[in-house]
């Protein structure tokens, strides 16, 4: 289990971290303690969720207007308020046309994300060569943007907007916490690697048991509520 700390400034993805990963994006609710515990945990410490997810979908399934940052680091703002937007009009108009360009294949699944997009293979029924053609499809991508591969889903970002830069950019701001921070995917290696390079005490938790650099590991949900009830 990982240590807790005094003066935590909490940072907590979403999908797999709060919430069960679940083939329906649409249908990831939350763990069923998880609102009332980030209700208590945001009454006394800094709590920011970290998602790839659009903050105005997420309000869907968070009914809290907690601190957020957004689309892997290109928003910024509060779940069910106000949103700003961090990526360049030229950014949002590469993806835009990426987007139109996405294969063709039975069972892929476009995520929309505001300004962003992910998409889904979860359902296709040869992977192998759904991950080629969607391979070949992003040799093409314009260097101001980058492609993230996660768990059956690829998704596409700006290149210098990262779950890394938006957590430096806020852990800054409180600099008498120690950092905190929980995900499961590849994206949450940024915010690992940010942290680290930071402060010594930062407090790094994978998800999961896929490869990281993270210090610590949870199983899934059920352990990230058992440790987070630790500090109410």
Do not use: C
């Not at 240590?3 to 763990?31: N, R, S």
């Not at 790094?204 to 630790?230: K, S």
């Amino acid at each position: 289990m990982p240590p807790v700390v005094d003066h935590p400034l909490f940072f907590l993805d979403y999908d797999g971290t709060l919430a069960p990963i679940v083939e329906d994006p649409d249908a990831a609710m939350p763990h069923p303690d998880v609102p009332a515990l980030l209700r208590q945990l945001d009454a006394r410490f800094p709590v920011w969720i970290v998602t790839g997810r659009d903050l105005r979908a997420l309000s869907s399934f968070l009914d809290q207007p907690l601190n957020a940052i957004g689309l892997h680091g290109a928003q910024e703002g509060t779940v069910g308020g106000e949103v700003q937007q961090l990526m360049s009009e030229e950014a949002a108009q590469a993806l835009r046309e990426l987007r139109r360009s996405v294969p063709s294949i039975n069972g892929l699944d476009i995520e929309e994300k505001d300004q962003a997009f992910a998409v889904h293979y979860r359902a296709v029924r040869d992977e192998d060569e759904a991950l080629d053609r969607l391979s070949t499809w992003l040799d093409a991508m314009p260097a101001m943007l980058d492609a993230i591969w996660g768990k059956k889903v690829v998704e596409v970002r700006p290149e210098h907007l990262t779950k890394g830069t938006a957590v430096r950019r806020i852990a800054e701001q409180y600099p008498d916490h120690t950092p905190v921070y929980l995900g499961d995917d590849t994206t949450d290696e940024d915010a690992f690697e940010a942290l680290q390079a930071m402060t010594r005490d930062a407090v790094t938790v994978r998800i999961g048991d896929e490869e990281t650099q993270a210090d610590y590991r949870l199983a899934g949900p059920d352990e990230v509520v058992e440790y987070l009830r630790q500090y109410v």
